[in-house]
Structure formats: structure tokens, C-alpha cells
């Protein structure tokens, strides 16, 4: 299994920017992906989840409305389009499966939301 996240970077409140993560080694049609972040100092928090078909999105509370999760089957690709982000969002990035007992992370990509 292998997730490659990318996208990140620095921007301005009220700025956006949209992650990807190419997945590889696995079925990635049949997983349910999520998106995760991390916070300096803080624990990791589930962002958004996209069901198999794609036809299904979840957000935290603190995103709902101002992220969209959506993903392509045919790329094995995951993104988060990320619309008037705020300082609170600087984090890194992690787009995550779970398979059988194991959890499968990328490396991450950070994002920074500053003026």
C-alpha cells in the first residue's frame, strides 16, 4: 500500500487549495478514504470520508462547508478541495484506508493558512 499526498502549501485566509493523494498497491476502488489532519501540538482529527462508490461524503464539523471530498476511481486518486481556509487549518494533510486490523498513512503535506 502506498498513499502519496501532495497540494499543500502556504496561503492566505480565505484562500484554497485543493490536496491530492495517489493511491497504489491496493484495490483502491473498493476502500473507503479518508482525509485526516494534524495540528501542532494537537492529536490527529478526521477531516472528511468519501464511501466506495463515491456517492457518500462525511465532514467534521469545523470543514462542513467549506471542503469537498471527492475521488476517481479511474486516477486512484483522492482529493480535498479546501475553499476559505482559516488559520485554525494549518495542519498537515494525511489521506489514510484501513484494511483488515492495519491503518495505512501517507507521508502527509503540510498546509499553512497565514497572512
Known amino acids: 500500500v502506498q498513499l502519496v499526498e501532495s497540494g499543500g502549501g502556504l496561503v492566505q485566509p480565505g484562500g484554497s487549495l485543493r490536496l491530492s493523494c495517489a493511491a497504489s498497491?491496493?484495490?483502491?476502488?473498493?476502500?473507503?478514504m479518508t482525509w485526516y489532519r494534524q495540528a501542532p501540538g494537537k492529536e490527529r482529527e478526521l477531516v472528511a470520508t468519501i464511501t466506495i462508490p463515491g456517492s457518500s461524503t462525511n465532514y467534521a464539523d469545523s470543514v462542513k462547508g467549506r471542503f469537498t471530498i471527492s475521488r476517481d476511481n479511474a486516477k486512484n486518486t483522492v482529493y480535498l478541495q479546501m475553499n476559505s481556509l482559516k488559520p485554525e487549518d494549518t495542519a498537515v494533510y494525511y489521506c489514510t484506508i484501513a484494511r483488515g486490523f492495519q491503518r495505512y498513512w501517507g507521508q502527509g503535506t503540510q498546509v499553512t493558512v497565514s497572512s
Open positions: 498497491g491496493f484495490t483502491f476502488s473498493r476502500y473507503v
